[in-house]
């Protein structure tokens, strides 16, 4: 009988997740971003949230929506409330960005929303980890690059390093899935050492704040396989479609495989 309450102690905690889908849907033109008309940026989040309600993986079994610049969110309320075939809960929260400090760019608005956003979900107490996504983009590959893990990852981000003539190395920030507690310990509040001087780039900051975790027990600093936005660049606003951005992509696979130690 001891033995036995000694195992139900030692059970590990069922992971329960939560995916946060951040937005800004009329974006300042302080964010420099090429798409940036509200309607079409609507269209997109319309069409990422619908994908997620659909999303058998328990990666989007509970959906939090955070959405810093007022829009109005009734549509994608309606979304969740009439399009929902699982019943998934899904949360939205509005909370209004603060400016942009001199010489950084839009990341700096992105982490402060998901440091607000999480400390005021209801969803988040519940949940153990977390799979941050930018709202309008899809990521039909997650499940399966999650399930190829022997584990719930205490983190799970692509990073990589520029290749000759460039220099320095980033982390892709699209997509990523952590645990809370490594959330809490390493990535909150961390905009507030970005510098027009250094660590400028949201890319460059989360690198920097990660790449100490090298090495330790369920950390992947790169995915295990692919994971390919399905949507539209908002800097750029070109396709992830496109034929230069397949190539790319599968330029990457390629090298995930033949060569796992260039972080491409």
Known sequence: MQEEARN????????????VMTATIA???QAHVRRADPAVRLADYMCTLRFWLAEKHPC???ILFLENSG???TLLQRIA?????????????????TPIPAGLNYGYSEMELLDSGLQRSTLRPITTHMVKTTGRLAFPTLGRALQRLP???ELMIDCRRFPWPRKGADARV??????????DTHLRDSRLGMRPDALRLLEQLVYHQVIGCAGQPDVYLRFPINIDPVGYSGFKARSYQSPGQRCEHLLRAVLRRLAPSCWY
């Open 8 to 19: 139900l102690k030692l059970a590990p905690e069922p992971v329960r997740w939560l995916l």
């Open 81 to 97: 409330e009439q399009e929902n075939p699982s019943g998934k809960p899904v949360e939205f929260l509005s909370i209004p960005a």
């Open 60 to 62: 989007a079994d509970r």
């Open 71 to 73: 829009f109005d969110l």
């Open 174 to 183: 699209q997509l990523f899935a952590c645990s809370h507690r490594f959330y």
């Open 151 to 153: 584990s719930a990852p």
């Open 27 to 29: 974006p300042s033109p």
